[in-house]
Nanobody
Framework: QVQLVESGGGLVQVGGSLRLSCAAS????????MGWYRQAPGKERELVAD???????NYADSVKGRFTISRDNAKNTVYLQMNSLKPEDTSVYYC?????????WGQGTQVTVSS
C-alpha cells in the first residue's frame, strides 16, 4: 500500500525557518513527481512546489526565493525548506506523489507562523 508520512511542521515566529519531510513508499517514489501543497481554513488547496523524478523544480510565485524543494531518492524522501516565513504561510501542508496511474496524499502537517 502506498504511504506518505510527513513530519517537521510546528510553530515558528515571523522570519523563522522550518523543514518539512515526506517519506514515501519506495515502489512509487523513483518515478513520481513529488509536490508540496497547502490548504488554509476557508481556502482552496494550492501548489507550493514540486520536483520531477529527475530533479526539475517548480514553485508558486508566493514562495519563490524563500522555499526550496529537494528529494533524496536513496531515502525515498522529499523535503521542503521554508525560510523567511510569513503569517500568510500558515496552513496545513500536504505531501503529494503524482504517478501515471494516479495521485497519493499524505495526512498533512500544520505550519503556524506567529507575529
Amino acid at each position: 500500500q502506498v504511504q506518505l508520512v510527513e513530519s517537521g511542521g510546528g510553530l515558528v515566529q515571523v522570519g523563522g525557518s522550518l523543514r518539512l519531510s515526506c517519506a514515501a513508499s519506495r515502489i512509487i517514489f523513483g518515478t513520481s513527481t513529488m509536490g508540496w501543497y497547502r490548504q488554509a481554513p476557508g481556502k482552496e488547496r494550492e501548489l507550493v512546489a514540486d520536483i520531477s523524478s529527475i530533479g526539475i523544480t517548480n514553485y508558486a510565485d508566493s514562495v519563490k526565493g524563500r522555499f526550496t524543494i529537494s528529494r533524496d531518492n536513496a531515502k525515498n524522501t522529499v523535503y521542503l525548506q521554508m525560510n523567511s516565513l510569513k503569517p500568510e504561510d500558515t496552513s496545513v501542508y500536504y505531501c503529494n506523489a503524482r504517478t501515471i496511474v494516479g495521485s497519493y496524499w499524505g495526512q498533512g502537517t500544520q505550519v503556524t507562523v506567529s507575529s
